[in-house]
C-alpha cells in the first residue's frame, strides 16, 4: 500500500471502540487525528494517538448544532478528512448541508448510507439476489392485527435502527418476544415514527460478518469474522470474535448485494447467521459503516481505516489484502457483562448460538489469561490509557 503524506483528519464519536481502533490507525500511521466526543474525557480521546479532542453537541440531540460543530472544528485544524462512526453522525453530516470548501466525509453517499440501513429495502433486495432471508412480516402501526402465521419466536426490529430528524432522534433497538401477547405489548411501546417494523422470525445460528471496502466500484479489501459471544447474550455486539476465511460463495453473494444497493465508494459490514439446523448463511443486515470489532481486521492484517484513506487518496491497493486466521479479539468489559448476564439470568438452550460452551465453561474462558492467538481490544500496552479509561467508567456504571 502507498505510504500517504501526514494528513489530519476528525474522527467523530471518539467514546466508541470503532473509533478508538481508527485512531490508532491513522494516528500509528503519522497521521493527525482530531477526536471528537459528546462527552469527556473517553477512550478515543485518552488514546495517545489523538493529537486533539473537542467537545460536541449529541449528533441524537441537536443533529444541526452537531454538524455546524464538526464543519467548523474540521476547518479550525485543518482537517482534509472527517471519519463519521456511528450511523447517527453520518446521518447529521449530510454534504448538502456543508459549507463551501468544507472537509470531505469518508462515507457513502447520502442516498446510498440511507439504503443500506433500510433493513426492509436490503433484505428484499437480498431475496431478489438469491441470498436467504428471514421470514419476515413488515407492521405499518401500532394496533395492526397480527398475521396468524407468525411463529413463535420472533425479532423485532425498526426498518431504520435511527429515525426522526434534527433533534427529534431516537434509537430503536432489536427486541425479542416469545408468543403473539409478547409481540403486540412491544409493538405498542414503540414510537410511531419507528414503523414501519419488521417482525422476523429468529434464526438460531452463530454470527458471522462479511466486511467490504468498495472504490470505484471494485472491492478492494475483504476480511470475516464470526462471533464467540455477544452481547447481550441471546444477540448484540461482539464480545470476542475470531477471523476466519471468507467463502467465496457468501464473498460473492455479499459483493452482488451492496453493488445492487449502490455502494461504489465505502465500507459495509454485511451480517449473517449460520442457520444451526442447515449450516446455510441468513442475512440479518448491513452497516455502511465502521463496525464495533474494527480492531479485529487491523490486528488480523485489514487495515480497513488506512486502505480507505489510501483509496480517498487514489492510492488504491491493486489487490485485496490477506489475513491472518484464527486472530481473536476480546473486549474484557463486555465479556464481564456477558458473563454477569449469563449469571443474573437462566437462559434456554434456543435462547443462545449453538456454539455457546454453556455457563461454567464461559465463566473459566472469559477469565482465563489471553491465548497465543489473542488480543485485548483496548488494553495495548503501546496505548494503555483506554483501557483504564474504560475501566473507570465501567466501574462507575456500577
Not at 14 to 28: D, M, P
Request: aromatic content about 6%; glycine content about 6%; overall charge positive.
Amino acid at each position: 500500500m502507498t505510504i500517504l503524506a501526514p494528513q489530519r483528519i476528525l474522527v467523530t464519536d471518539g467514546e466508541q471502540r470503532a473509533a478508538l481502533a481508527a485512531i490508532r490507525s491513522l494516528g500509528a500511521a503519522g497521521h493527525q487525528v482530531t477526536v471528537i466526543s459528546s462527552r469527556a474525557p473517553c477512550i478515543g480521546s485518552v488514546s495517545r494517538f489523538a493529537a486533539r479532542q473537542a467537545l460536541m453537541p449529541s449528533p441524537m440531540r441537536d443533529g444541526a448544532a452537531f454538524a455546524k460543530a464538526i464543519w467548523a472544528r474540521a476547518a479550525a485544524d485543518g482537517c482534509r478528512w472527517i471519519l463519521p462512526i456511528t450511523e447517527e453522525s453520518v446521518l447529521a453530516l449530510d454534504p448538502a448541508s456543508a459549507p463551501q470548501g468544507a472537509a470531505r466525509l469518508l462515507a457513502p453517499p447520502m442516498e446510498i448510507f440511507r439504503r443500506l440501513s433500510d433493513k426492509e429495502l436490503v433484505l428484499a433486495t437480498a431475496a431478489q439476489q438469491g441470498i436467504r432471508v428471514p421470514r419476515q412480516w413488515v407492521i405499518t402501526r401500532p394496533n395492526e392485527e397480527l398475521p396468524q402465521s407468525l411463529p413463535p419466536r420472533v425479532a423485532i426490529k425498526a426498518a431504520r435502527s435511527i429515525v426522526g430528524e434534527g433533534g427529534n432522534r431516537q434509537r430503536n433497538n432489536v427486541q425479542y418476544a416469545e408468543g403473539r401477547d409478547a409481540v403486540v405489548a412491544a409493538l405498542a411501546q414503540l414510537p410511531s415514527a419507528a414503523f414501519p417494523v419488521l417482525v422476523q422470525e429468529r434464526i438460531r445460528g452463530q454470527g458471522i460478518g462479511a466486511f467490504l471496502l468498495r472504490w470505484d466500484g471494485r472491492t478492494v479489501a475483504r476480511f470475516a469474522h464470526r462471533r464467540l459471544r455477544e452481547k447481550p447474550p441471546t444477540g448484540g455486539v461482539s464480545v470476542c470474535a475470531e477471523s476466519v476465511a471468507l467463502d467465496p460463495a457468501l464473498a460473492a453473494a455479499s459483493e452482488r448485494l451492496v453493488s445492487a444497493l449502490g455502494l461504489e465508494h465505502g465500507v459495509a459490514m454485511v451480517e449473517y447467521k449460520q442457520d444451526a439446523q442447515t449450516g446455510e448463511p441468513v442475512l440479518m443486515e448491513i452497516n455502511g459503516r465502521l463496525w464495533g470489532s474494527l480492531q479485529l481486521a487491523i490486528d488480523s492484517g485489514v487495515d480497513f481505516p488506512a486502505l480507505w484513506l489510501a483509496c480517498a487518496n487514489d492510492a488504491a491497493p491493486p489487490v485485496p489484502p490477506t489475513w491472518r486466521l484464527g486472530q481473536r479479539l476480546r473486549w474484557r468489559w463486555g465479556e464481564i457483562d456477558h458473563l454477569i448476564a449469563r449469571l443474573r439470568r437462566r437462559y434456554e438452550a434456543d435462547d443462545l448460538p449453538p456454539n455457546d460452551l454453556g455457563l461454567m465453561r464461559t465463566m473459566m474462558d472469559v477469565l482465563r489469561p489471553l491465548a497465543s492467538n489473542e488480543r485485548s481490544e483496548l488494553a495495548r500496552p503501546d496505548d494503555p490509557a483506554p483501557s483504564r479509561r474504560e475501566t473507570f467508567d465501567w466501574l462507575h456504571r456500577r
